[in-house]
């Protein structure tokens, strides 16, 4: 009972301090990505939201290497910890915990590929081409050929000529394109700020998730421990009950 009793508090600390990493961890990504919203916050400017987006992949996985240099250093004194402690109330020194840490690569995200800020595109008028095109189109309908030229005359040539051109008004104006602003758009800032939103939440699920399995796999080995060596003291308890019945 006092041997169970006292591997349960060491895991029990085990597991308050990976929560306490698990919680300076998520510290770290919340203040990466504050920094992140705050920068784009402070500009509609198309050009510098683009240059932004671009480096939010560099900034995020050069945070996933500082995530995983915190988790390595955490898990290594939590470790070493729980091993002091075993020695300690035990007096065993055979108890060891590896983590290779396998699951750190996790930590890194990164931002969707598709550019939510688009280029910038300047507006283009294409009604006087339209008026010039359809100008020429109109009179040569209105003033037509042979007999029509004929009924026609150059007043139909002049009437024909004015339709052309308020045509060509329309066909330019369907053509046209009205570019966008030198700044983003409030829909192309919030597609923006939701990806970093996306992001931040990935990386926190996976930090919170690699914490647990770590977690669990460390007090399961603390119990692993404890129960090989009930094992080895029933059969050293043994072995001494032999040795006495046999000389």
């Known amino acids: 009972m006092e041997s169970e009793l006292k591997i349960a508090e060491i895991g029990a600390v085990a597991r308050q301090n990976l929560t306490d990493l698990q919680i300076s961890m998520n510290e770290k990504i919340h203040e990466e990505f504050a920094g992140i919203r705050s920068r784009v916050a402070a500009t509609r400017d198309r050009r510098s939201l683009q240059q932004l987006e671009s480096r939010i992949g560099i900034q ?91 009924t026609a005359g150059p007043l139909g040539l002049i009437i024909g000529g004015l339709l052309g051109v308020l045509m060509g008004d329309s066909i330019g104006e369907l053509f046209s394109d009205s570019g966008n602003s030198s700044e983003a758009s409030s829909a192309e800032i919030a597609s923006l700020l939701s990806a970093i939103d996306s992001a931040e939440s990935s990386m926190r699920s996976r930090v919170d998730e690699v914490l647990r399995v770590t977690s669990v796999d460390l007090v399961r080995n603390l119990e692993s421990f404890r129960a090989s060596n009930e094992a080895l003291a029933e059969i050293l308890k043994l072995r001494a009950e032999l040795l006495a019945i046999t000389g």
């Open 60 to 150: 995020t996985g050069t945070l996933a290497t500082t995530l995983i240099r915190l988790f390595h250093a955490g898990v290594s004194q939590v470790v070493e910890s729980s091993r002091r402690s075993v020695v300690h109330s035990t007096g065993d020194t055979s108890w060891s915990f590896a983590n290779n840490g396998t699951n750190a690569n996790l930590f890194s995200v990164g931002i969707n590929e598709a550019s939510a800020i688009a280029d910038y595109r300047p507006p283009s008028d294409l009604r006087n081409h339209g008026r010039a095109a359809g100008g020429i189109l109109g009179s040569v309908l209105g003033g037509g050929a042979g007999i029509a030229l004929a």
